[in-house]
């Protein structure tokens, strides 16, 4: 963008010294400096342009009266004032009218067209390049209607109609080469940007050496330098890094002994980024020193890329956290609006990242995202607005097409509304695709952004469901013990169903092991024993030892006994044999378990793992977990137990009860040896399964990681 205004500005007032100089060979002293103080300090010349100006008497010396209004105007733009800018043009335009010529109307308009440009308002600048481009044709002026072409075509090339602005600059370089205009060089410069632009890199560079040539043959080092960083910028997308670093050393040299340090700031922050993707720190940290001292001669706060240069050296320095603050403080004096702010946002969230604060990085991600949805926005609105103007233009041609053909014949008149109404109706169908392309660009972004919600959603239920698996009890380690000891045993869940059994087991149940595994043992059972089963399984939970109990299995009566596998929480073994033989099995199951629980696990139950913190822990994250489950689900704490098949669901006087969850709602009835893995199991299984609001997920996974982060330290898993 800055190129093309550069470029604007100094060929009016290449212009505007042209015209003066052939006006008014000797001129004093201020109007000297005005024209040189333009380009190298801007804020400086305004000063100056306006005392010379004072100084004229604008009746009798009118063209060199608007001169130094039209250099004052540029230099306000150079500085970024263009408040000021435009009431300087209007001060041109309340010039003496008697004195005008109808260059001043081409040059007003065109400096206006300059000022909109150089804010980004393309559309209105279009327009008035445009109304410069009736003038020159008005007057059949080569040389003011080949700028006209030239202007033109910067405009249409912002507004990103590519076809339309290499039309405009092929015919303002027909024209100049017609008329012999020495001063190519802009048009060859603004044909390289546009083949940039369009990626056509060979065709880029050829149209700036042409550009450097013509510039280098006129003895002009600034517009020189100013291509020789564009073909920098080419030459760097090819992966021609060394060249481009002696084309932009050139550049800087000849903008400092032209002592244009604005020009050079930004070519040494160039410089700056070349030199780190090189990795050459050494070339990066003069550069940026440089550009920093040029800053401080100008008094003007670091720009945009200068303070993202430093940022990024800052980073390679290993200073994360002073790279946050200059990307922080940039930001903050930026404008909301600037176009800057989302390069800057895209590097404050990878330096946040750097420093392993993924919340502000996903802030800032998510600021990026909306100030570049606004930028694609802005640069689409421009577009619709370029077609709304052609629109205007057609329909006011139109217009004084139909008064000057008022006295033709009806034939005439009515394949001249013929014609209007198809016209008419292929703009409105340009209008209706315009939208339906906005429409449908809206919905997929709206569908991608939905897509990549879910896919975060999917990909972090599952690994809860993997955190929740890898708390269950091993069953094949628990079938090695069963069948270590050679007995009828069988183990189950604390939902009762059959997590492994042997093949004695396996045969008064009537069934092969691999077909029973997984059902509840409740199935092989009549009513009265099921009910038996499932008190033993309750009071099982609350005391130690064994308890024998008669069952009714599908081979007959058999006296049993029950009791829990130690070192896996909620497992209970049970013994389908005679009871003369059942304690010495289940205990030899017993200690075999005990002997293989893993040594952090026996230092807990030692230990007891009762400290008062981590007690308290668990009972709030099993509360939270069942709130959350009945809030977000609707649904009861035994509908929870029933599909987590982690607690064991009773009936106790015809209602279902879920006694050994409720333990663990409270800390007054929380177990001496908590099953702790359960509680892991619960939350988990609550993350994994219910939509729940980001708070809320990230309450619960607070709460479950604070478990977590107490078993580790006190060597629980």
Avoid at 274 to 287: E, I, N, P, V, Y
Wanted: charged share 30%; proline share 3%; with cysteine.
């Amino acid at each position: 963008m800055r190129r093309g205004w550069r470029r604007l500005v100094a060929a009016a007032v290449l212009s505007a010294a042209a015209a003066a100089a052939a006006q008014q060979p000797a001129e004093d002293s201020a109007q000297e400096r005005c024209r040189s103080l333009v380009a190298t300090q801007p804020q400086q010349a305004v000063q100056v342009c306006e005392q010379a100006f004072a100084a004229i008497d604008a009746r009798r010396e009118f063209e060199l009266a608007e001169e130094m209004l039209f250099r004052r105007s540029d230099a306000e733009v150079a500085s970024g004032d263009f408040a000021a800018a435009a009431a300087t043009l209007d001060r041109v335009a309340a010039l003496p009218a008697e004195a005008a010529h109808w260059k001043h109307d081409f040059r007003l308009a065109r400096r206006r067209g300059i000022l909109d440009y150089r804010q980004e308002r393309f559309v209105q600048a279009l327009q008035h390049f445009r109304a410069a481009q009736e003038v020159a044709l008005a007057h059949d002026d080569s040389t003011a209607l080949a700028q006209s072409q030239n202007d033109i075509g910067n405009a249409l090339r912002r507004v990103g109609d590519y076809r339309e602005a290499l039309k405009a600059y092929l015919s303002s370089l027909e024209l100049k080469r017609r008329i012999n205009d020495p001063q190519l060089g802009a048009v060859y410069t603004n044909l390289g940007d546009l083949y940039h632009d369009l990626e056509d890199d060979a065709s880029a560079r050829s149209r700036y050496a042409d550009a450097l040539a013509e510039y280098e043959r006129m003895q002009r080092p600034r517009e020189a330098a100013h291509v020789r960083e564009s073909l920098a910028a080419v030459l760097i997308s090819a992966g021609e890094t060394a060249e481009a670093d002696a084309l932009l050393r050139k550049a800087i040299s000849d903008l400092a002994a032209l002592g244009a340090r604005a020009n050079e700031l930004d070519a040494q922050v160039k410089l700056a980024a070349l030199a780190q993707d090189r990795g050459d720190m050494a070339s990066a940290h003069a550069a940026l020193a440089r550009a920093q001292a040029l800053g401080k001669e100008l008094e003007q706060p670091a720009t945009a890329q200068l303070a993202l240069q430093l940022a990024r050296l800052k980073r390679s320095d290993g200073d994360i956290a002073g790279a946050r603050a200059l990307l922080a403080d940039t930001l903050q004096r930026l404008g909301p609006q600037a176009a800057e702010r989302a390069v800057l946002l895209q590097a404050a969230a990878e330096t946040a990242k750097a420093a392993g604060d993924l919340g502000a990085a996903y802030g800032l991600l998510q600021e990026f995202q909306t100030v570049q949805a606004r930028l694609d926005k802005a640069a689409h609105d421009r577009r619709l607005e370029h077609l709304r103007v052609q629109f205007d233009l057609a329909e006011r041609e139109r217009a004084l097409e139909k008064l000057a053909a008022d006295n033709r014949l009806a034939e005439l008149a009515l394949r001249q509304r013929t014609t209007q109404l198809w016209l008419g109706a292929a703009c409105a169908l340009l209008v209706l695709l315009a939208l339906a392309f906005a429409f449908a660009r809206a919905r997929q972004r709206s569908r991608l952004a939905a897509a990549v919600r879910e896919s975060q959603l999917a990909a972090e239920r599952e690994h809860f469901r993997q955190l929740a698996e890898s708390l269950r009890t091993d069953s094949r380690r628990v079938q090695d013990l069963l069948d270590r000891a050679g007995a009828a045993l069988l183990a189950m869940d604390p939902a009762g169903g059959i997590v492994a059994l042997t093949a004695a087991a396996a045969e008064q149940l009537g069934g092969p092991r691999e077909a029973l595994l997984g059902r509840p043992l409740a199935a092989f059972l009549d009513a009265d024993s099921a009910a038996a089963l499932q008190t033993a399984l309750s009071a099982l939970e609350e005391k130690d030892g064994e308890i024998e109990l008669p069952l009714q299995l599908p081979g007959g009566t058999a006296r049993t006994r029950l009791s829990a596998l130690p070192g896996d929480a909620g497992i209970a073994v049970l013994r389908l044999a005679a009871a003369d033989s059942a304690a010495e099995t289940v205990a030899d199951v017993a200690v075999q378990a005990a002997a293989e629980t893993p040594p952090l696990a026996a230092l807990a139950a030692a230990e007891g793992d009762d400290s008062a913190g981590f007690r308290r822990e668990l009972v709030e994250l099993m509360v939270f977990a069942v709130e959350t489950w009945e809030r977000v689900s609707g649904r009861t704490r035994i509908d929870l137990a029933e599909k987590s098949r982690v607690w064991r669901v009773t009936v106790d006087e015809g209602r279902l009860r879920v006694r050994a969850m409720e333990r663990y709602l409270s800390l007054s009835k929380l177990p001496r040896q908590p099953r702790w893995r359960e509680v892991l199991r619960t939350a988990y299984f609550v993350l994994s399964e219910c939509r729940l609001e980001p708070a809320e997920r990230d309450a619960l996974k607070q709460r479950a990681d604070a478990v977590q982060t107490s078993l580790r330290r006190r060597a629980l898993i």
